[in-house]
């Protein structure tokens, strides 16, 4: 079992920053790949970045390269979404996800395994 606990949502203007973190417990994480999610009010969940322990080239949705960074501390056991120039579409309910997925497959919602409970990000313009 793995338990995922997100922090640092909140509300922002356009054009800030805000950093979410987090920490995993429970398990080894040396093969572990964590990922981020988002899920905005009716619409589907959708990935946002994802990194293995490993520290293999981090992976990212194409609106948000540039401007969010994915970085992991192994000695904490935390994972970490750096968000800068933040847009009011970024605006969404903010999941950590943990798992196994094909390196084909760390897009998908369902190739995770384990799920944090969300942090809801608003930012307004």
């Known amino acids: 079992q793995v338990q995922l606990v997100e922090s640092g949502g909140g509300l922002v203007q356009a054009g800030g920053s805000l950093r979410l973190s987090c920490a995993a417990s429970?398990?080894?994480?040396?093969?572990?790949?964590m990922g981020w999610f988002r899920q905005a009010p009716g619409k589907e969940r959708e990935f946002v970045a994802a990194?293995?322990?490993?520290?293999?080239?981090?992976k990212y949705e194409d609106s948000v390269k540039g401007r969010f960074t994915i970085s992991g501390d192994n000695a904490k056991n935390t994972v970490y979404l750096q968000m800068n120039t933040l847009k009011p579409e970024d605006t969404a309910v903010y999941y950590c996800?943990?798992?196994?997925?094909?390196?084909?497959?760390?897009?998908?919602?369902?190739?995770?395994?384990?799920w944090g409970q969300g942090t809801q990000v608003t930012v307004s313009s």
């Open positions: 996800a943990a798992g196994w997925p094909a390196p084909s497959a760390v897009t998908i919602t369902r190739a995770y395994a384990y």
């Open positions: 990194i293995t322990w490993r520290g293999d080239s981090p």
């Open positions: 429970g398990r080894a994480f040396s093969s572990i790949t």
